[in-house]
């Protein structure tokens, strides 16, 4: 049973601040965290680019895109069907079936679902636990959010590869814990790392979150941009902070 602005029990309506779109979720299962918004800030999308989600939840990251830049078309894919679902309901609730496509399925098949050298730019925001690290939610779907349990690292660089174009663009966000790890490994795919971006709570604390932008082919020489700080004051967010939500 779905209600007229496409709610099923138990799902909340949550406004995005971009365009007047909304987002469908389910507090029970899984909600979209700053990590998304961040990263729909930091990947660069230009005029007429094809944007591929990997992994893409309840779709937060391509509405954002879409809202954001002038790329011509944008696909989320992602393996768990409820959350597919609501994505795919949030789509239609924004009138954006002409230009968000949202499949249900594994993203490590995407490169033979989807092509070799089929998209300008992919984005992803994976899984952050190795097996056990951390503590496992009880909940299947948060479990699956935060742990590598559907794929892993490899999986989402393996695969960013094989999808983009060359000279196409990868945008993640991930944590610093596992930095050294991800610079390696994304070398190894000839995703040359070129910008990133270290994401402070406090100015006075350490960063908990990494923005990362690779290119397929790209020469070697990253770029280290300036610190983002998440909050003036407990509680007041940074005026860049502000910026990036749209408020």
Do not use: W
């Not at 989807?114 to 496992?136: E, L, Q, R, W």
């Not at 610093?176 to 040359?192: G, H, N, T, Y």
């Amino acid at each position: 049973m779905t209600t007229e602005n496409n709610q099923k029990p138990g799902e909340r309506l949550d406004e995005l601040h971009r365009n007047g779109y909304v987002i469908i979720q389910n507090p029970e299962t899984f909600c979209f965290g700053m990590d998304a918004v961040l990263l729909s800030g930091f990947a660069r999308v230009k005029k007429g680019e094809r944007v591929l989600d990997l992994g893409t939840g309840t779709g937060i990251i391509p509405i954002l895109l879409e809202a954001k830049t002038q790329g011509e078309h944008f696909t989320g894919i992602e393996i768990q069907e409820e959350s597919a679902d609501m994505a795919a309901r949030s789509v239609a609730l924004n009138g954006l079936t002409e230009r968000i496509d949202i499949v249900t399925g594994d993203l490590k098949d995407a490169s033979e679902l989807f092509g070799a050298s089929s998209f300008d730019v992919v984005t992803t925001n994976p899984p952050y636990m190795i097996d056990s690290h951390g503590i496992s939610s009880a909940n299947a779907a948060k479990a699956a959010a935060r742990h590598e349990i559907f794929c892993t690292l490899d999986d989402v660089l393996s695969q960013s590869a094989k999808l983009l174009k060359p000279g196409g663009r990868f945008y993640m966000v991930h944590r610093p814990f596992r930095l050294a790890e991800i610079l390696s490994k994304m070398v190894s795919c000839r995703l040359e790392p070129k910008r990133m971006q270290l994401v402070y709570p406090f100015v006075d604390k350490e960063p908990n979150m990494v923005l990362l932008e690779g290119l397929r082919g790209g020469n070697s020489r990253l770029t280290v941009e300036k610190p983002l700080i998440v909050y003036r004051e407990a509680g007041v967010y940074t005026d860049e902070i502000y910026e990036i939500y749209g408020y």
